[in-house]
Structure formats: C-alpha cells, structure tokens
C-alpha cells in the first residue's frame, strides 16, 4: 500500500520559516519525480515545486528564492524548506509521487496545513 505522510506544516508569523516532510512508503521512491503542490480556500490546486529523478528542481515563480525543496533518496523523503514566508503561503499542502517515465502511477498525501499571520 503506497503512503505519503506529510509532517512540519503549522502556524508561523510573516517573514518565518517552516520546512515540510514527507515520507513515502510502498514505492521505489528513487523511481518517482516528486513534488509539492498547494492550495488555498477557493483555489485551484497548484505546483510549488519539484524535484525530478535524476535531481533537478523547478519551482513556481511566487516561490522561487524563498523555498527549496530536496530529497533524501535513502529515506524515502521529500522536503520542502519555507523561508521569508508570507500571508499568500497560506494553504494546504500536498506531497505528489509521479513515475514520469514508468508506469504513470500518481500518488497524493493527505496534506499539511502551513497558515502564515500575524
């Protein structure tokens, strides 16, 4: 059974930093693109970034300069680290799994919720 369990999300103060994990388990994770999306209360579900198999990253402009994400192959683990956070962060987000060059199998976590206020 294919688990992705997100962890870090919270409430933190404008300018404050966050970093969200998540585990993966039941996958050949070294196999999956991997990514965090977001979304926000009346708001389509967007991409914030990713990290592809052989290590290459691309991030949503709004982000870009504020958040890196990386991944720990051996641990089965995505991370997204948040700083300079700001109101507009506020929203759930969700850990993807994506075997781009396989299967096309396409996972989801639950999702962690990041609120940004004062």
């Known amino acids: 059974q294919v688990q992705l369990v997100e962890s870090g999300g919270g409430l933190v103060q404008p300018g404050g930093s966050l970093r969200l994990s998540c585990a993966a388990s039941g996958i050949i994770f070294h196999i999956y693109d991997m990514g965090w999306y977001r979304q926000a209360p009346g708001k389509q579900r967007e991409l914030v970034a990713a990290?592809?198999?052989?290590?290459?990253?691309n991030y949503a402009d709004s982000v870009k300069g504020r958040f890196t994400i990386s991944r720990d192959n051996a641990k089965s683990t995505v991370y997204l680290q948040m700083d300079s956070l700001k109101p507009e962060d506020t929203a759930v987000y969700y850990c993807?799994?994506?075997?781009?060059?396989?299967?096309?199998?396409?996972?989801w976590g639950q999702g962690t919720q990041v609120t940004v206020s004062s």
């Open positions: 990290v592809m198999i052989g290590g290459s990253t």
């Open positions: 993807n799994a994506y075997n781009r060059i396989g299967t096309r199998a396409n996972y």
